[in-house]
């Protein structure tokens, strides 16, 4: 008989939720966290992206984990495979695999993507226990108290380069944090996009079928829908643009004209062009990448890289290992 899926909610408050987009509402430029693009519609719509011809980080990333499974399982060791951002949770397959650890932990943030998408693994690989975690890990104190993660070395993995969405500081910051949360003498598997084409990277993040686009602005259907907003989506253009002095996309909706718009019990004056950031995404070469890891309390272990050069698997180790 093979275990059974677990889950666990530490899904963010509605105060919190408000909390948040009110001081996103108050910076300039105006920027909302990212995860709060991925509720029910935006995960589904993510998944589009992720199949767009333009968009090959998750083709490629896949293709880099099937081809070396063996080799970054020798490197990792044994330990429970906890995952940062598991989305649908399917590049871990390689992984588990070849690795066949004691248990595997789903941490994110969209409880209704979650849940089917740990089942489905569950399914596949019933002898590996697997446990789900509905959260916003980069505000996550410690990991929950539960019997598979007791006295388990903890092994991260951390793909997508969901770590460009946060500025080079809050990616230290990030960073930190994942090595709180795995803890002493623990390891992380982490992909990272590189720097390409400017042509490319834009293309990457507004694909001509328009996924991108309706991506971001079901964030405006998410506000209107849990905070009272009343925008109206087809009031602001979808942007991303390669902002060459921070190494980054910076996707947002535009403002088409002068209007108002009421949110979460206040109103917000939007000028005519001015953007709302939904998110960053910013792109680092390996040398680049190995310093804000070992600025953050890890050291290298190696690098795998597709034939291209387009993205890298950084395997890195805590410092005090």
Same mark, same amino acid.
């Given at each position: 008989?093979?275990?059974?899926?677990?889950? !666990?909610?530490?899904?963010?408050?509605?105060?919190?939720? $408000?909390?948040?987009?009110? *001081?996103?509402?108050? @910076?300039? /430029?105006?920027?909302?966290?990212?995860?709060?693009?991925?509720?029910?519609?935006?995960?589904?719509?993510?998944?589009?992206?992720?199949?767009?011809? *333009?968009?090959?980080?998750?083709?490629?990333?896949?293709?880099?984990?099937?081809? $070396?499974?063996?080799?970054?399982?020798?490197?990792?060791?044994?330990?429970?495979?906890?995952?940062?951002?598991?989305?649908?949770?399917?590049?871990?397959?390689?992984?588990?695999? =070849?690795?066949?650890?004691?248990?595997?932990?789903?941490?994110? !943030?969209?409880?209704?993507?979650?849940?089917?998408?740990?089942?489905?693994? #569950?399914? @596949?690989?019933?002898?590996?226990?697997?446990? %789900?975690?509905?959260?916003?890990?980069?505000?996550?104190? #410690?990991?929950?108290?539960?019997?598979?993660?007791?006295?388990?070395?903890?092994?991260?993995?951390?793909?997508?380069?969901?770590?460009?969405?946060? +500025?080079?500081?809050?990616?230290?910051?990030?960073? $930190?944090?994942?090595?709180?949360?795995? %803890?002493?003498?623990?390891?992380?598997? !982490? %992909? !990272?996009?590189?720097?390409? =084409?400017?042509?490319?990277?834009?293309?990457?993040?507004?694909?001509?079928?328009?996924?991108?686009?309706?991506?971001?602005?079901?964030?405006?259907?998410?506000?209107?829908?849990?905070?009272?907003?009343?925008?109206?989506?087809?009031?602001?253009?979808?942007?991303?643009?390669?902002?060459?002095?921070?190494?980054?996309?910076?996707? =947002?909706?535009?403002?088409?004209?002068?209007? +108002?718009?009421?949110?979460?019990?206040?109103?917000?004056?939007?000028?005519?062009?001015?953007?709302?950031?939904? *998110?960053?995404?910013?792109?680092?070469? /390996?040398?680049?990448?190995?310093?804000? =890891?070992?600025?953050?309390?890890?050291?290298?272990?190696?690098?795998?890289?597709?034939?291209?050069?387009?993205? +890298?698997?950084?395997?890195?180790?805590?410092?005090?290992?």
């Amino acid at each position: 008989m093979g275990a059974e899926m677990q889950l !666990i909610d530490l899904h963010p408050e509605p105060a919190d939720m $408000r909390r948040l987009v009110l *001081e996103g509402m108050a @910076r300039q /430029p105006r920027q909302l966290p990212a995860w709060l693009l991925y509720d029910a519609e935006g995960s589904r719509l993510f998944e589009e992206i992720c199949e767009q011809p *333009e968009y090959g980080l998750t083709r490629t990333e896949m293709a880099l984990l099937e081809a $070396r499974a063996p080799e970054l399982a020798a490197a990792l060791g044994s330990g429970v495979l906890v995952e940062f951002g598991a989305g649908n949770a399917r590049k871990v397959g390689p992984l588990l695999q =070849a690795l066949r650890p004691p248990a595997y932990v789903a941490l994110d !943030i969209s409880a209704d993507h979650l849940g089917p998408a740990c089942q489905e693994l #569950q399914d @596949r690989h019933p002898l590996v226990p697997v446990l %789900g975690i509905c959260c916003d890990y980069s505000a996550l104190p #410690q990991l929950p108290a539960h019997p598979l993660l007791s006295g388990q070395r903890r092994l991260g993995f951390y793909p997508g380069s969901s770590i460009g969405n946060f +500025s080079p500081d809050e990616a230290q910051r990030l960073l $930190r944090q994942l090595g709180q949360l795995l %803890g002493p003498s623990s390891q992380l598997l !982490i %992909g !990272i996009d590189q720097p390409k =084409a400017v042509e490319r990277l834009e293309a990457a993040y507004n694909d001509a079928a328009g996924i991108s686009a309706a991506f971001a602005r079901n964030l405006l259907v998410r506000l209107n829908r849990d905070l009272a907003g009343h925008f109206n989506p087809e009031a602001f253009a979808y942007s991303a643009r390669w902002q060459p002095e921070h190494n980054r996309i910076a996707m =947002a909706l535009v403002s088409r004209q002068d209007q +108002s718009v009421q949110l979460a019990g206040e109103i917000w004056n939007f000028a005519a062009g001015e953007p709302l950031i939904t *998110e960053y995404s910013v792109k680092y070469g /390996p040398k680049e990448f190995t310093a804000l =890891a070992e600025s953050s309390g890890w050291q290298p272990l190696g690098r795998w890289s597709d034939p291209a050069g387009d993205l +890298s698997l950084h395997l890195l180790v805590t410092a005090d290992s």
